[in-house]
Nanobody
Framework: QVQLVESGGGTVQAGGSLRLSCAAS??????????MGWFRQAPGKERELVAA????????YYADSVKGRFTISRDNAKNTVTLQMNSLKPEDTAVYYCAARGGSRVRAGVREYDYWGLGTQVTVSS
């Protein structure tokens, strides 16, 4: 069984920063063989991909709304993926989910991902 556990959410003022982390585990789960993504879902909106990173870390994807502000990284030795979020805006408020997709290619669709964490709330006040 695969577990993805997010941490680092919270409430911050606009312009502030937060760092989200996701720890992956599982007896048969080879973290380095999975593309990892961070999604978010705001109330009344669809879940959307914010950032993703290929299994080697050599390829990344960012939604236009976060380019230049968010940075995704991974540590395959520690089975962790991190999302550094700077210059936060109220519209970044959402539940943020960590997700894993088997394979090396970055994909944006929710259905492309095999495993999900339970999410962590990020609230940005104006």
């Amino acid at each position: 069984q695969v577990q993805l556990v997010e941490s680092g959410g919270g409430t911050v003022q606009a312009g502030g920063s937060l760092r989200l982390s996701c720890a992956a585990s599982g007896r048969t789960f080879t973290f380095s063989r999975y593309t990892m993504g961070w999604f978010r879902q705001a109330p009344g909106k669809e879940r959307e991909l914010v950032a993703a990173i290929s299994w080697s870390g050599g390829s990344t994807y960012y939604a236009d709304s976060v380019k230049g502000r968010f940075t995704i990284s991974r540590d395959n030795a520690k089975n962790t993926v991190t999302l550094q979020m700077n210059s936060l805006k109220p519209e970044d408020t959402a539940v943020y989910y960590c997700a894993a997709r088997g394979g090396s290619r970055v994909r944006a669709g929710v259905r492309e991902y095999d495993y999900w964490g339970l999410g962590t709330q990020v609230t940005v006040s104006s």
